[in-house]
């Protein structure tokens, strides 16, 4: 039974660090004070263009990007689709065909003054793998890659959940979007005229496009292995009304980027042509405020897209599509109501929490046909989805889903699980192996499965060297993964390497949850395993530096080594020494110790979020600065929250009430993101974060408080019953947590588990302008931790 002591008042030190820390973490501006205005519905306040721009505030992006390139936006899309839907309809402004891109290949980027085209299935948006393209085009035109531009008017462009809608100045056309789960809608309003034309064409591979008829365009994308479309190859577009005229196109044969003279094959009047960019073009006759409809499915075969248009479009009922779009959206985001808040900190919130739900992309429904990991056609006999990004939305994104949507959870497991059998490993992401903390987090939450199913793929990953855990059995046999500097890349950012240091994190953190999945099913011996292994980020973290380090196949650290510096695959993976170091979210407790205790540990934490941001090397990733932390990509994004275990949440508060302020939205345009939004990470952090709560470990069932931004927020969990919080004299200034109940209890911890709130929860807080020190101060109510806490 735990010994309750009289807490002692701070110190002048403490108050001094105190008095420093909220110098450090200035308000929200009295203009952001909550506005009167009515409250719209959910639906209406998610603003897709939310995430499409990079900040725009030099001291927030760091040194990114490098001379010639674009910073790095959030890459989210502005298009019409469903939940989790593989299909969408949308815009695309960047060529990027001819175009360096940031990062993962985006389709569209606010600042881009011409759009080129429109997409709506044959691969998601994201990555700009979408076909074919569409554009509607008034006057002469150009065989792609070099598509023919059209300045639009920004005030005219329309994002909602399920419909976009633009307005091309350069061809006074309109262009509106929406979809259906297995098709998308285009509806264009050309000006009077008979030099109306619409262009569809397979981009850089291309394939073989048809024109059938008078009304229709169908066509078969090239193979792309591993890439090509989950829902089909084939295409089929069928056009509202008949075309006056048509013919075919393609790139010449010969250089991809080539120009000029001879550089293209047009041919008019003919039915069919394959190639590189191979496409149609089909002559209209136009009147003013006459639309034309274009409809259009993607398929395993010819038959089966046309089979989804019969059965998801069967009228030309635009308006039908899209408020049947909507509905769907308000069914989803009316799960989570809120009051209070600022109009901008509504819109973000909705918005965030509309993109929380990019990913895992759905392949088939039960019943419908897909194309499996090794290229099977079969029939679904669930809802089956497509991977889950581990490394980006594992760390979050997965948490959200489990609270609010548990028969998904459950289908995407079993998705993750069938993968897994047909690939003989379970998936993994990037540097680190993560699935574990899908089950794991799932189990905890209590939605019932296979588990054990589950874990014979999951150990095989840890255990099995020829499996696709990179550089296992040396993590194995040393306890920790070598570095090296890559040859032929002699300076920052290091490219190319091996991450070893944040790889023996990332393994270290998997190993955890291993060792409890492993006991919770009965299986000691790999538990007592796992669990030794999961002590493994201790051997890269060098005490005489306080950081983590990489080191030489012989056990010697590296040197030198500058903590500030952001290497990409050298010892740590897209992040510097500085926001590597608290990748142990399993064992806060174990680092604090490490660092030399709690007061060090927050003199550690404090400078990390003070120390100005002026590396040699640059990181396209690291945008969204707070001194060394980086919001804008994934390894140390649950830093904030980490006070919890040292006795000093009210800088977590503090610190994420600031990030939510001037690292979202906080451009010209208002739509900014810190970064890549990676298919929903980055937003679900915002989504949760301006909820009052965040999961530091998603495969744990703790949630560490923040600052809520609005002064009562309800969200429904998948059993039916509600999470509340309530935060009494919420305000820009008031984001301290003064006092705390939980379903009436006086709650002093500065977290609480899913067991608190499982069964309906309401946490009840008192806001301040000034922190309470002594709320959740105390080392019994830090929360748990891999190590027990020292003495």
Known sequence: MPIHRRRPAPSVT????????????????????RSP?????????????????????????????????????????????????????APVNVNVELTYPTGVATPYHYPSPTMIGFTGGGGPAY?????????????????PPVYTQAYYDKAKEVARPGYYSVYLDTFSTRVELTATQWTSLMRFTFPTGDRSHVLVNLPGRGGEVEVVGDRVVRGIAAERGRDDARDGRYFVAEFSRPFRAYGTFRKSPGDARGYGIGDKDVAPDARRMSGSFAGAYLDLTTRQDEPVLVRMAHGQSFAEAEQRLRAEQPRW???????????????????????????????LFYSTLFQSFASPRLLARKGERFTDTNGTIRTATYDRYGPVPFWDTGRNQIVLLELMEPE???????????????????NTSFHGDNAVFLYLGAMKRGIPFDYAAAYDYLRRNATDSKGPRGYLAEYQRNGWIADEIPSGNPSPPYAGGKAGAATTLEYAWDDHAMADLAERLGKPDDARLFRTRAANWRNVFDPSTGFVRGRTADG????????????YNFMMKEASGWSTLWLVPQDVQGLATALGGRARFNAKLDRFFATPYHPTGICRDCTGMIGQYVQGNQPDQHAPYLYAWSGQPWKTQALTRRILDTLYGSDASGYGYPGMDDQGATSSWYALTAMGFYPVDPSSDVYVIGSPVFDRMALQLGNGRTLEIVARGNSPTNVYIQSARLNGRPWTKPWFSHADIKDGARLELTMGPKPNVAWGSAPADAPPAMSPPAH
Do not use: C, H
């Open 317 to 347: 009922d635009f308006d039908g599509v899209r408020n049947a779009a909507r509905d769907t959206w308000a069914a989803l985001l009316d799960r989570v109501q809120v009051s209070g808040g600022t109009a901008k900190q509504r819109k």
């Open 127 to 143: 990555g700009a793998r979408a076909q074919p393209v569409i554009m509607p085009v008034v006057g002469d035109w150009t065989v």
């Open 408 to 426: 998904l959870i459950r289908n995407v497991m079993q998705s993750e699980l069938d993968m897994a059998r047909e690939r003989g490993y379970m």
């Open 14 to 33: 403490a108050l001094g660090a105190m008095a420093a820390m909220m110098a450090l973490i200035p308000l929200a501006p009295i203009s952001a004070q």
């Open 37 to 89: 205005a009515a409250v719209k519905p959910p639906v209406e306040e998610a603003d897709p263009l939310v995430g499409t721009a990079p900040l725009d505030r030099p001291e927030l992006i760091g040194n990114a990007p490098p001379p010639g390139e674009p910073t790095y936006s959030g890459i989210t899309s502005p298009g019409a689709r469903l939940p989790n839907s593989s299909v969408e309809a």
């Open 556 to 567: 010697k650290w590296i040197a030198p080594f500058d903590p500030q510096e952001p290497y």
